[in-house]
């Protein structure tokens, strides 16, 4: 699935953050976003995951605009954020279940458990999140945009409060999903950590989005 | 599907959230015991008196319900997550409802018998009745509120504008509870203000009315 994003602007009151944002992110590709504080990557990612509406430009799915299709479109793309987007008071099997089954997949729990593994969470996937470590909310984070096999990820700083494990198996799961043709935004500042997927770069600056060599 | 798993998950939420649940039912508690002090032991219209006490402590706790209800979903972006998974966004508000519904029912449950106790009010005979007019009274609360305290989702003065938004909606309904189960009390009928009965269900198909064409527009302006 190929998601384009053409003309993005938005402004909040009177600040301009983008000012006709354009990207094209296509199947099995893995791009890297970069861009100073406050340039706007968090305000894109948004825009692109559907959980923010932009001023002007148009976002697709294939050549559909996803405001036309929202809930096809949200089942196809998995968005992490700065915010779990977790229920603290459930575990965290409860919480994959969860949103796995509200996204129809049917052996959510089965997927809950292995990627769980994956990261090392086990021990605690029936443990109550409210006292969570960063990290940990993270890995989970992760596995909820992970868990429905989207044909898109984006994902917003997804390194953030992960060691260096947790990053390693991050990069282990994104090459996979790129093997099996996901396409993957990453924004992040963290170039090391996902350099060994050799992403395409491209920075965002002056709310305008430029591909870097 | 979707509802059912909503309001499981709410319930569970609700469930484990204990100093929440202990704090709800102390304060209403204490409301039903220190308006039944303050108007006895020798009261002048104890049906009347008691409906009013009842009715009051349900308004305020279910306004602390609302409240805390949508403190879960905001305090780490659940609600953002529900809304991205693509379900059906009638499905999530009809789940969450039911879930209101049940915690206010539950909480009417614990109430009534100590305001029938406190008050001397009532008897089985009506209690039927009684559970049926709380019925249409919280099914309206439910889904005004379940509405509204989407509306105030993603602002900061959310509980301020939850509140403003839900006293003139609720007040006509519940003006019609008291006066039902004044009557029903005092005179084991509601036929001198049958009237109200109507209204209460009007109030209560236009929240659900009103929450199948909106909720779904109120969602996606959260931002």
Redesign the interface.
């Known amino acids: 699935m190929t998601l384009g994003a053409r003309g993005i602007e938005k402004r909040f009151s009177s600040q301009v953050v983008l000012r006709g944002a354009s990207i094209e992110l296509h199947p099995g590709e893995i791009l890297l976003l970069r861009g100073a504080n406050g340039s706007g990557k968090t305000t894109f990612a948004r825009i692109l995951?559907?959980?923010?509406?932009a001023d002007a430009g148009t976002v697709t799915l294939d050549g559909e605009p996803v405001r036309r299709r929202?809930?096809?479109?949200?089942?196809a793309?998995g968005?992490v954020?700065h915010?779990?987007?977790?229920?603290?008071?459930?575990t965290p099997l409860?919480n994959l279940e969860?949103?796995g089954?509200?996204?129809?997949v049917a052996d959510a729990r089965l997927r809950a458990e292995r990627l769980l593994e994956r990261f090392g969470l086990t021990p605690f996937a029936r443990t109550?999140m409210e006292r969570f470590s960063r990290g940990m909310l993270q890995r989970v984070a992760l596995i909820?945009a992970l868990l429905p096999a989207p044909k898109v990820l984006i994902l917003d700083e997804p390194y953030a409060g992960l060691d260096d494990e947790g990053s390693s198996t991050l990069n282990a799961l994104l090459g996979e999903a790129r093997g099996k043709g996901t396409a993957s935004l990453v924004i992040s500042h963290d170039r090391d950590r996902i350099a060994p997927l050799t992403p395409r770069e491209y920075l965002l600056k002056h709310g305008v989005i430029e591909p870097l060599p | 599907m979707t509802a059912l798993r909503v309001l499981a998950k709410d319930l569970r939420l609700h469930a484990r959230d204990a100093r929440f649940i202990a704090t709800l039912s102390l304060f209403s508690l204490s409301l039903v015991l220190i308006l039944s002090v303050a108007f006895g032991p020798f009261f002048r219209d104890p049906a009347r008196e008691a409906s009013a006490t009842l009715w009051a402590a349900l308004f305020f706790a279910g306004v602390l319900g609302l409240t805390r209800a949508l403190d879960l979903e905001s305090e780490s972006g659940g609600g953002e997550a529900l809304r991205l998974t693509g379900a059906d966004p009638f499905a999530i508000y009809a789940g969450k409802t039911i879930a209101n519904f049940l915690l206010m029912a539950v909480l009417f449950v614990l109430l009534l018998p100590c305001t029938s106790i406190f008050f001397d009010v009532g008897n089985l005979a009506v209690l039927p009745t009684v559970a049926g007019v709380a019925a249409l009274a919280l099914i309206g609360y439910a889904a005004w509120g379940t509405l509204f305290a989407a509306l105030a989702r993603g602002l900061k003065a959310r509980e301020l504008l939850l509140s403003i938004l839900l006293f003139p909606t609720l007040i006509p309904l519940w003006i019609g509870a008291v006066k039902l189960t004044r009557s029903l009390w005092a005179d084991g009928t509601i036929e001198p203000v049958r009237d109200w009965l109507k209204i209460m269900v009007v109030i209560d198909v236009l929240g659900l009315a009103l929450a199948a064409w909106l909720y779904e527009v109120i969602q996606e302006a959260e931002e």
């Not at chain 1, 089954?101 to 129809?104: D, F, N, S, T």
Request: aromatic share 12%.
């Open positions: 995951a559907t959980t923010l509406a929202l809930g096809a479109a949200r089942r793309i968005f954020s915010r779990p987007l977790l229920y603290l008071g459930l409860e969860f949103f089954r509200l996204a129809g109550a909820r």
